[in-house]
């Protein structure tokens, strides 16, 4: 009979690394997204005169999902019509995560 021994110690240890890198991967992206939604509230061009729909604008974070919204219902009149800069500044935060993501792979 052939007897064989693995030590899994190294591949777990790997895993676990993994685990710890994705968590720093997430904070980076909710970070990035909240600078995002910070550029939002300060440079958007819409005409808030509520204040409403700038105090909305925000990024949130959960289970490894980031988003980044403008709160209010008529969020989406207000950027199909071109009253605001949210989808100039959204490509901006997905740049920014793409970048940062590319640098964590080629650090590793």
């Known amino acids: 009979m052939l007897d064989i021994d693995v030590n899994l110690a190294d591949f777990i240890a790997f895993l676990k690394a993994g685990e710890k890198a994705m968590g720093?991967?997430?904070?980076?992206?909710?970070?990035?997204?909240?600078?995002?939604?910070?550029?939002?509230?300060?440079t958007d061009?819409?005409?808030?005169?509520?204040?409403?729909?700038?105090?909305?604008?925000?990024?949130?974070?959960?289970?490894?999902?980031?988003?980044?919204?403008?709160?209010?219902?008529?969020?989406?009149?207000v950027n199909k019509l071109g009253f605001s800069n949210f989808d100039e500044v959204a490509a901006f935060v997905e740049d920014q995560v793409d970048s940062g993501i590319d640098k964590m792979l080629e650090d590793l």
């Open 45 to 77: 061009h819409y005409q808030n005169h509520t204040g409403e729909l700038r105090s909305s604008t925000r990024a949130l974070g959960r289970d490894g999902l980031t988003v980044m919204e403008m709160g209010m219902f008529y969020a989406s009149f």
């Open 24 to 42: 720093k991967v997430d904070d980076n992206i909710l970070r990035i997204a909240e600078q995002g939604a910070r550029r939002l509230q300060d």
